[in-house]
């Protein structure tokens, strides 16, 4: 049994609670929130023992193996780093950090203190993203992967009416492109690696973050076209466009329904059954981790999100975002 505790008591950890909660080795024993009623509130009502609000004591506890962090951004490389630095293996929501500096500063602290950091991205996990792999060479060579992931925030609505909540805050980390461009890049670099060139634009909203983008990766050969946005909602499947036919999926962050159309007309679905919430795969391969004393998933290796963190430098450094955690 491996005992976790979590760092944040929103949404997000609402959801990995009911997608962890089908894993026979997960037990929730700790609840992390800034407010002490909200923590034992939290705690009370998924069954864990123990509650704090204060992440000093919380981090030299030894009621816990494992901590899921949901917190903003901007607070992931030391909340992380503490808790490894007390013995705790990590799994750290995406993006990792709120940049490559501060990741690399994490995956240094994992391996120092031979624990288990994996950055939380779901897609890569889902079994028709891994199907998808496993189908690509059909398509003979990959010429262009366009995706997006453009989704209208409810906290854009605040926004408009002059209230800035925390998903437009650059002081958290926040905006379109960390928030869900996340889920475009993360997979492009799965699944073609290191780009040559990163090229971005992008709608700054007077807050400093960006509501809208378009990052695109050019490899040899092949481009991969990346759209996201906070302040509109697209509707689009991605595609992997080679020259022998072409992957289509539904969404690129959850994929669903995927196909193949050939030149010659001919359409495969290549679609698999998965009927586990999203979060259960990234929940269930980082136990796996600390079950067979793996310090790297096979998965979302350190590499990756290195990558996928100094495209978003870059594509930040392009259309002129800067956070403070920057400096």
Known sequence: MIRFAIVGTNWITER?????????DFQLTAVYSRSDERAAEFAKTHGAAHSFSNLQDMAASNCFDAVYIASPNAYHKEQAILFMNHGKHVLCEKPLASNAKDAADMISAAKANEVVLMEAMKTTFLPNFVNIQNHIHKIGEVRRFTASYCQYSSRYDAFRNGTVLNAFKPEL????????????????????????????SGYLLSSGVDGEGTVILSYDGLEAVLMHSKIATSYAPAEIQGEDGTIILDTVHRPEKVEIRYRDGRVEDISVADDKPAMFYEAAEFITLIKEQQLESAGNTFDRSLMTLNIMDEARKQIGVVFPADH
């Open 16 to 24: 990995f609670l009911q997608s962890a909660s089908d894993i026979q």
């Open 173 to 200: 980390s926040n905006g379109s492109l960390m928030d869900i461009g996340v889920y475009c890049i993360y997979p492009a670099v799965v699944l073609f690696g290191e780009p040559k060139e990163v090229k971005a």
